[in-house]
């Protein structure tokens, strides 16, 4: 039996013999800097892209005086700016670039830029995490003050299920509560959360009546045994508790997180995520620049 080609595989694949310009945020620590201009080394091993680095001076010179002669590449671009979240985006408005990975630059400053630059009032990221065993899904929401109604996490559900179908998959999809229904009862707000979820069910199976889409109520563990390819959590905030635990705690990994519903690829990572998000995040973006 072929084993089925992983998330991150899938990318992959879409992203061979792509020829993109991707920038990515520096950041004030010299060691994360570093880490993704190194990052940015081994993907371009694989990858005819270009990678712009936007970030302040000292940041740049702290880089170049770090790098040995056989770590210069002229597909490494530095783009030096005051301002790495205004002239990152800039770039991306005026085609400059074909995609944006946030790096290390700050997501306070960031956002609002993207909601900016893009007349966004809200915005919904799409994760692609990998449990410890190696099991990888796209989750969300990841943000705090994402998906906090009914009615966004419906439009949440639309932009991700056309995101895993363009890369030719069947959408699996795990809405998760506050509880069991048998919970119904003990608590206002595990009630709405129940409640809720049972809607969202409600409303995709009457206009998809074959959509591939369940109710697992407070059991994450029977989204990823029924190896389901994308997990809705009951908010934001339990959202990023969820991905905290399982990437920072629980031995998991991000690769990066997909702004939807905007036209330019933008991707989101940590700023002190390992190698391998960075990696992730230059996958994505390629793919989705293409």
């Known amino acids: 039996m072929v084993k089925a080609m992983s998330l991150l595989e899938i990318f992959k694949r879409e992203a061979r013999d792509s020829k993109v310009r991707i920038g990515i945020g520096l950041g004030t620590e010299g060691k994360h800097n570093l880490k993704i201009y190194r990052t940015a080394l081994s993907f ?10 936007f970030g302040a001076k000292p940041q740049v010179s702290q880089i170049q005086d770090a790098l040995k002669t056989s770590e210069i590449n002229e597909n490494v671009l530095f783009v030096e700016t005051k301002n790495p979240y ?22 306070s400053e960031f956002l609002p830029q993207v909601k900016l630059s893009f007349n966004k009032n809200e915005l919904h990221r799409l994760a692609l995490l990998e449990t410890s065993k ?33 890369l030719k998959l069947k959408p699996k999809i795990s ?9 119904i009862g003990r608590n206002p707000q595990v009630d709405k959360s129940i409640r809720e979820a049972e809607k969202i069910i ?4 009457n206009k998809q009546p074959s959509m591939d889409i369940i109710h697992d109520k407070v059991l994450i563990e029977n989204s990823i045994r029924n190896r389901s390819n994308l997990i809705i959590a009951p908010d934001g ?3 990023n508790l969820i991905y905290r635990t399982l990437v920072h705690l629980g031995g998991g990994r991000a690769y990066g997180a997909i702004y939807m519903g905007i036209k330019k690829p933008i991707i989101d990572t940590s700023r002190v995520g390992g190698p391998s998000e960075i990696y992730g995040g230059l996958l994505i973006a390629s793919t989705l620049s293409s």
Not at 44 to 53: A, Q, Y
């Open 237 to 239: 905030i339990s959202g």
């Open 175 to 183: 809405v998760l509560s506050g509880g069991r229904i048998s919970d």
């Open 86 to 107: 205004i002239e990152i985006l800039k770039f991306l408005v005026e085609n400059k670039i074909d995609s944006i990975i946030r790096g290390c630059i700050s997501s």
């Open 202 to 205: 409600s409303f995709f199976k």
């Open 134 to 166: 190696g099991f990888q899904f796209f989750y969300g929401p990841v943000g705090i003050d994402e998906c906090n109604t009914y009615e966004d996490k419906v439009e949440f559900i639309k932009k991700a299920e056309s995101i895993i179908t363009s």
């Open 44 to 53: 371009l091993e694989e990858s005819k892209s270009k990678i712009l680095l």
